[in-house]
């Protein structure tokens, strides 16, 4: 039995705390300043608000100022905190930090690291380490396709853990992997997580294809669909070479798994959606944030651009190897015309004959 | 401008003639005897039935007692036949061959060769063609994430051309390409064909995992969905390259692409959603007999199972590589529960640890 402590208490974070409850560790929950009433009602013995289901019975939860009771001796530390907010709430985390400490996240995306530059999670996690601390202590990253949700259900879910040190993401599978949270893992660390980045932006452009019918008569698209889907993998594939990844993790559980999770449905999808049915990119953003919706693979279709441009400038990638991200740009950012450019993508993608590559 | 003929009036054999209709060719299209209907009503101007759509106009229709006409001078025949009739109706075809025609194919899928055994159908053509028109016609096949209907509508979609010569491919690109029916080409045919007979197998696990929330508690499984995506894919790969294929095509539009499109609606999902819904196979197969619906993903199982099962004995493959196929044929021919096999089905995919591959 292991003593692991959860970092934020929302949707995602909520649901990791089921795999490991069943497996028999001393499970702690801690809510963000934002979590304040999650936990009210959790440890009111109330479903988690989010979720409307309730968590397992033996879990202890925690506010925002009991941070030091709930990282007391812990074995591991699962991250769950939303992408802008990661580096601020592991910096409060780091004091408790011991060597030896396992340090899982299920927070995915891109951020700024502290000198400006465009980065994965993972720097920014690891750029929050004293130089005691390094080598000491090690991360492991989750991703594939999984919605918390559904973990929470019970229901059959497959995940891929990453870690650089493989014995790090064994132990982390050991102490949660069920009958139902199943674990494959990978030493493939930016493979895995620029496809936990990307899939959202990519999934906007699938949500394009299922608006075009309201603009085109009512036809369907799938067609258009599945060949997005197809050079969206093809792309994500391009960039985790170029970042130093491998195909490994883009053509398992994080990338052809998760973008097909993330299609199905889901915000990403919705704003994809808009700009099908005919509304520029502006406008679609604009009624999103009238709402108070937040969608991921807006920033991410910006950041993910970024980066590639300034790897472009290094040398590393040729920004006409990714046509489909800089269209997706030109749409999100530009206000391109979303019909008349996904025509165009699907052209210029198919032009680059990815099923006749030598793999 | 090239003269071809379009062999099957059915719903991709009509939807074809609109590219290369437009590409301004001499399109032709006949019909089979189970057609008549169908040319009627297209020599009359109306609709194509199936499609409740006009096709182009400038195409010329016969009668199954006009081959002859049909095929008079063509540069190019389109086989559009369904898979098991395919052999007898390019025997028909075969003594108006002349050297140099070019033969596409978009039927897919397995059949028995005249040794009884299970091939794909490219094997079906090529053992009919006679010794003195052997390497003097070439074979073009057509696979990908392209529902006919859509190709008539004239939505952006893509399309992959395999052919052991790739001139060949080109070519009949060259007749076929436009500003929305995009073509890319490759030489993998083993590759490409595999994926578009079995696309149509995994597909029908797909359905289940859409089929699980009304036994469990309406709890969507998009989570069992996603990794049964994955490891689909991953299958077809492993299949791919014991046959003498490449990942290329698995990877590509006929792999990943039309499986994405198959699973988003169709009569593979419907099967496998019935048995997510708690029907046996049993009782799934005989409610769609009685409602006089074929459903291809259903003789692909067994095809897929048994090809493997005989290329086992031969030492090219092992099953438990294919668990998911495996266990599709349990569920399928057996009458394995389908909940509590697709529960197992994932944990043992999930153990092949496939997010780790070095590619």
Redesign the interface.
């Known amino acids: 039995m292991a003593k692991i402590t959860v970092i934020g208490a929302g949707a995602m974070g909520s649901a990791f705390t089921k795999p490991i409850a069943d497996n028999g560790n001393d499970v702690r929950l801690w809510g963000s300043p934002l979590d304040n009433s999650i936990i009210d009602a959790l440890k009111a013995g109330r479903d988690h608000p989010k979720h409307k289901y309730p968590l397992s019975k033996n879990i202890s939860f925690f506010y925002h100022h009991e941070l030091a009771e709930a990282l007391h001796d812990a074995d591991a530390i699962i991250m769950a905190i939303t992408s802008d907010a990661l580096g601020d709430v592991f910096e409060q985390i780091v004091p408790y930090l011991k060597p030896g400490i396992l340090i899982g996240s299920v927070t995915k995306g891109f951020n700024y690291n502290k000198a400006g530059e465009i980065v994965l999670l993972p720097d920014i996690l690891e750029e929050r380490l004293p130089d005691k601390l390094k080598h000491q202590v090690d991360f492991v990253f989750v991703a ?4 918390a949700v ?2 929470l ?1 019970g ?4 995940v ?1 853990y ?1 870690s650089t040190n493989i014995t790090a993401a064994e132990k982390l599978r050991s102490f949660a992997e069920t ?2 949270y ?7 660390v930016i493979g ?1 997580e620029i496809c936990a980045a990307m899939k959202n932006a990519y999934c906007v452009g699938l949500g394009m294809a299922e608006g ?1 019918p309201q603009q ?2 009512n ?9 997005l ?2 050079y969206a ?2 792309e994500m ?1 391009i960039f985790a070479k170029a970042l130093g990844g ?4 883009v ?4 990338g ?3 973008l ?2 993330t ?3 889901g915000r990403n999808r919705t704003l994809g959606e808009a700009i099908g049915n005919g509304l520029s990119a502006s406008q679609a953003i604009a009624k999103m944030k009238e709402n108070d919706i937040t969608v991921e693979g807006y920033p991410a279709i910006k950041f993910g651009y970024l980066l590639m441009k300034t790897m472009e400038t290094e040398g590393k990638i040729r920004s006409s190897q990714m046509p489909l991200l800089s269209g997706l740009y030109d749409i999100l950012y530009n206000d391109a015309a979303g019909y008349e450019s ?2 165009k993508l ?2 210029l ?11």
Chains 1, 2 share one sequence.
Do not use: M, Q, Y
């Not at 491998?246 to 993790?249: D, F, V, Y």
């Not at 053509?251 to 994080?254: A, D, E, I, Q, S």
């Not at 993608?349 to 793999?359: E, V, W, Y």
């Open positions: 594939g396709p999984c919605k559904e973990v259900w229901v059959p879910s497959s891929t990453a009958d139902v199943n674990v494959d893992i990978t030493t493939d895995t075009f085109k008569n036809f369907l698209h799938k067609n258009t669909k599945g060949s889907f197809t993998v093809a594939g491998t195909l490994g993790p053509l398992g559980l994080p052809i798994g998760d097909e999770l299609g199905e449905a996904i025509k699907v052209r993608c198919t032009a680059a004959n990815i099923s006749n590559r030598k793999l």
